[in-house]
């Protein structure tokens, strides 16, 4: 029988065949490692990705919550400006910073969107900025209504209020949360880098491990054990890396925390110096303010009390004198009661009275006042060209301002010069004249040759309680609220000067084409009250100094009045006298004010007529709490208090208002 060789038989086929399966071995081993390479290098590539997308995204959301805090610091700050200038662009501006502030919080609420733990902190963010909008609009919208001191406090209301703070604390909420979460993403970042860092390191050490074994074979088996001792030194050098660069991001951290909290502190110190310099600012125009008004009501309470004096020694003995000292106490309390007029003009809390006047007759008719006010060493000329055009205005108001250019161009020209008083017409266009629409204007000029004014004062001669006069010679209201005052009655000033060369202050008032009604008005005053039977008159008044007054001087006037000393007690006296035919009331008292006693009476009591009388109007003659009842302002004199009196009953007993009452 024939013996036949197998490779296996000898010992060379068994050598060979451990060298025959070795490189299909090292194939499937390379195969499998390339794979395992590939797909660990992807999954790290996809998780690097992931976590620079999300570190990328809590960034955004950090700028989008710092932009929305930047945005509505400016609109308030914008607010503030507009409340205190009173400028429509102004207010324009806020309105838009406030929209953008709004998509500024759009666009963090998309980018908050899949982060659930952010959720409640952004709705809650908005529900604060609704809240706070709602204040912030609410002052827009006295400022823009001429109610600046309103305006004023509310503003400094709203800067304490609970919503502020709100948006602030959900503000560092969304942040420290997004900072929380970035530390998170920036160590996934690292982490993922590392790896993908390691894995790409790995497999060009793997294939070239794997080559070297297809190359070298079972030759390179000694060499393959000092090969992994090199890689496991290679590892532990990487990881001490990826620690060093691990406490170096999070001493970065650190640092950038740490300059976020200083920036903040700096920006927090900066605007308590602000409101503190805001506040050193008020208080020393309240001073100055208050040193110039006291001076004021110091003379004419000497007027005043001096007169009353005088009058009660000469009572018995010259009762001439003691009515010329009676008629002199009068005049100092009519001052008194313009200056308080003028003060609440200033304020926007007076309505105006305007009428159609001719400006020509006002001049003439202010000829001699103008004269005693600035002295005899200046020479006043008149210049009237208004042609009949005629202003619709309030009088006492316009001769105020007018009064207040004099004393001016007096001042400038230190009591000794010439000074031209003059009218004129005028048709402007659209905006040639500061915000003056089209149309025609009467033009009325106060020009002096005094001293002038440089540049930088013409520039500031409207802000309040700019002066250059010395400490105790005014206040700095005058050019401010004739500046107001113009406005207000749809015109503007433009003011021309040089310095040694004189100034001349130019008012532009819209034409009004209604006919003139100063000289019946001015025949009502001087005509008697028209009488009215004897009405029995409720008098509502917490003060007993003025109850007692009112009073008095509805007796003298024939009427029967019936005491009431709080407003509580109004109906309870109504029910006992149902002979009462009319109410008089003080509008401002404790517990309640004139308007919400009447509106609390009983059905069968509102058709009573009602006089209000007040001495601080404010914006009330434009509300509906008043229902188109008279209002009376005080000081009133006797006669004012009869032709009220009469208006008001008359009124009552018209056909279509009785018939309403019913």
């Not at 499998?32 to 955004?60: I, K, M, V, W």
């Amino acid at each position: 029988m024939a013996d036949y060789d197998l490779p296996g038989d000898t010992p060379q086929g068994w050598h060979a065949l451990p060298r025959r399966i070795l490189p299909l071995l090292l194939a499937i081993l390379l195969i499998g490692s390339l794979g395992a390479l590939l797909y660990n290098a992807s999954n790290a590539s996809r998780d690097h990705a992931q976590a620079l997308a999300e570190q990328q995204n809590s960034f955004e959301v950090i700028a989008l919550a710092r932009g929305f805090e930047a945005r509505v610091a400016r609109a308030e700050v914008t607010l503030a400006r507009y409340v205190i200038s009173l400028d429509p662009d102004t207010g324009r501006l806020f309105q838009d910073q406030w929209r953008g502030a709004a998509s500024q919080l759009k666009a963090l609420s998309y980018a908050t969107r899949d982060s659930d733990w952010q959720h409640g902190n952004v709705a809650a963010l908005r529900h604060a900025y609704v809240a706070r909008g709602k204040t912030l609009n609410a002052i827009g919208l006295r400022t823009t209504y001429d109610q600046k001191m309103a305006a004023l406090a509310s503003f400094h209301q709203a800067g304490k209020s609970q919503d502020l703070r709100r948006i602030t604390a959900l503000l560092d909420l969304v942040i420290q949360a997004e900072n929380d979460r970035l530390r998170e993403r920036s160590l996934a970042v690292t982490l993922a880098g590392d790896r993908s860092e390691w894995v790409g390191k790995t497999s060009r050490l793997v294939g070239l491990a794997m080559l070297v074994c297809i190359l070298f074979g079972v030759w390179f088996a000694r060499n393959a054990y000092h090969e992994r001792r090199s890689a496991r030194r290679l590892a532990e050098v990487e990881s001490e890396r990826a620690d060093r660069m691990e406490a170096a991001v999070a001493a970065r951290t650190a640092e950038l925390s740490d300059a976020y909290h200083q920036l903040k502190q700096e920006s927090a110190e900066r605007a308590a110096a602000q409101d503190h310099l805001r506040q050193m600012q008020k208080m020393d125009a309240v001073g100055q303010l208050t040193g110039g008004i006291a001076h004021d009501f110091n003379n004419m309470l000497a007027v005043v009390v001096g007169g009353l004096e005088l009058a009660r020694r000469k009572m018995r003995t010259k009762p001439e004198d003691a009515t010329r000292h009676i008629d002199n106490a009068m005049e100092g309390a009519n001052r008194a009661a313009a200056l308080t007029r003028r003060l609440l003009a200033f304020a926007r809390s007076e309505p105006l009275l305007p009428s159609a006047v001719d400006p020509d007759a006002l001049l003439s008719g202010m000829a001699d006042l103008i004269d005693r006010t600035i002295g005899d060493q200046i020479i006043v000329r008149f210049a009237q060209g208004a042609g009949g055009w005629r202003i619709f205005v309030d009088q006492h108001q316009m001769e105020n301002a007018i009064l207040n250019l004099c004393v001016n161009a007096r001042d400038a020209m230190d009591g000794r010069g010439q000074m031209t008083l003059s009218t004129g017409q005028a048709i402007l266009s659209d905006g040639e004249v500061g915000e003056c629409m089209a149309g025609d204007y009467v033009t009325l000029t106060v020009a002096d040759d005094g001293c002038g004014m440089a540049p930088d004062v013409l520039a500031r001669v409207f802000e309040p309680f700019f002066t250059t006069k010395p400490v105790g010679k005014g206040t700095g209201l005058g050019l401010s609220q004739i500046f107001g005052f113009v406005r207000q009655c749809g015109g503007d000033i433009r003011i021309d000067s040089v310095p040694g060369g004189g100034t001349s202050v130019h008012l532009y008032l819209p034409r009004s084409m209604q006919m003139q009604d100063g000289a019946d008005m001015q025949g009502d005053l001087t005509q008697a009250p028209v009488e009215q039977p004897p009405t029995r008159i409720l008098v509502v008044e917490d003060d007993p100094r003025v109850l007692n007054q009112t009073m008095a001087a509805l007796g003298e006037l024939g009427h029967l009045p019936i005491a009431c000393d709080h407003p509580a007690k109004a109906a309870r006296l109504l029910a006992a006298h149902s002979d009462i035919g009319m109410i008089l009331s003080d509008v401002l008292m404790p517990d309640m004010t004139g308007p919400e006693m009447i509106k609390a009476l009983p059905a069968r009591f509102r058709h009573l007529p009602v006089l209000f009388v007040t001495g601080y109007t404010g914006d009330a003659n434009d509300s509906a709490d008043f229902e188109g009842h008279e209002i009376l302002r005080k000081p009133y004199t006797l006669a004012a208090l009869g032709q009220a009196l009469a208006t008001t009953l008359s009124e009552s007993r018209r056909p279509g208002t009785v018939a309403a009452a019913e």
